[in-house]
T-cell receptor
Framework: NAGVTQTPKFQVLKTGQSMTLQCAQD?????MSWYRQDPGMGLRLIHY???????DQGEVPNGYNVSRSTTEDFPLRLLSAAPSQTSVYFC????????????FGPGTRLTVL | AQKITQTQPGMFVQEKEAVTLDCTYD???????LFWYKQPSSGEMIFLIY??????QNATEGRYSLNFQKARKSANLVISASQLGDSAMYFC????????????????FGPGTSLSVIP
């Protein structure tokens, strides 16, 4: 049972480049979410999904796209990276509509130059 | 709108002493869940404890307890008998959802408190 996995662990991009952060879980969780963590600001919700084909915006969705074609995968796309998107990105999953804790991936450290 | 406030950016505690980390929240929902997570310097997020809005008793998990005061909208984490390994960032989080017919199901976090345990 791998839990929540994220790839890559580290990434450096140039301004304007695009990339996809991968997230996968093997716990059959319907709920998945993406956060970014910046110093002094905690974790801010980017997008979340309550099941395949259903996504919704979080607190800071601008500049990011998501899709959910399967229960297992929830990729996060940066279409045109900006230095303001330099951050640590966490993916999480949990049981849907229950007050259970989220399980987090190890994070991806992204630097945009 | 959901909001979590943690007013203590940094805290110090002597080893073996107890410490309280503050968390206040804002919500218009009657039904919600409150969580505390620990993030050590290695970066992983570790779930500590959960409190449901309808739970009448404060949650406890080992050395962790949650002091839940619903009328004050506060959910403070109490760590008893602090250990050096407790040095970490601590985040309070809240989950709201409407019902199973909508996709609204958000978990938001506060800015965190950095706890340092002094030997």
């Amino acid at each position: 049972n791998a839990g929540v996995t994220q790839t890559p662990k580290f990434q450096v991009l140039k301004t304007g480049q695009s990339m996809t952060l991968q997230c996968a879980q093997d716990m059959n969780h319907e709920y998945m979410s993406w956060y970014r963590q910046d110093p002094g600001m905690g974790l801010r919700l980017i997008h979340y999904s309550v099941g395949a084909g259903i996504t919704d915006q979080g607190e800071v969705p601008n500049g990011y796209n998501v899709s959910r074609s399967t229960t297992e995968d929830f990729p996060l796309r940066l279409l045109s990276a900006a230095p303001s998107q330099t951050s640590v990105y966490f993916c999480a999953s949990s049981v849907r509509y229950e007050y259970n804790e989220q399980f987090f991936g190890p994070g991806t450290r992204l630097t945009v130059l | 709108a959901q909001k979590i406030t943690q007013t203590q950016p940094g805290m110090f505690v002597q080893e073996k002493e107890a410490v309280t980390l503050d968390c206040t929240y804002d919500t218009s929902d009657q039904s919600y869940g409150l969580f505390w997570y620990k993030q050590p310097s290695s970066g992983e997020m570790i779930f500590l404890i959960y409190q449901g809005s309808y739970d009448e008793q404060n949650a406890t998990e080992g050395r962790y307890s949650l002091n839940f005061q619903k009328a004050r909208k506060s959910a403070n984490l109490v760590i008893s008998a602090s250990q050096l390994g407790d040095s970490a960032m601590y985040f309070c989080a809240m989950r709201e959802y409407e019902n199973m017919k909508t996709s609204y199901d958000k978990v938001i976090f506060g800015p965190g408190t950095s706890l340092s345990v002094i030997p």
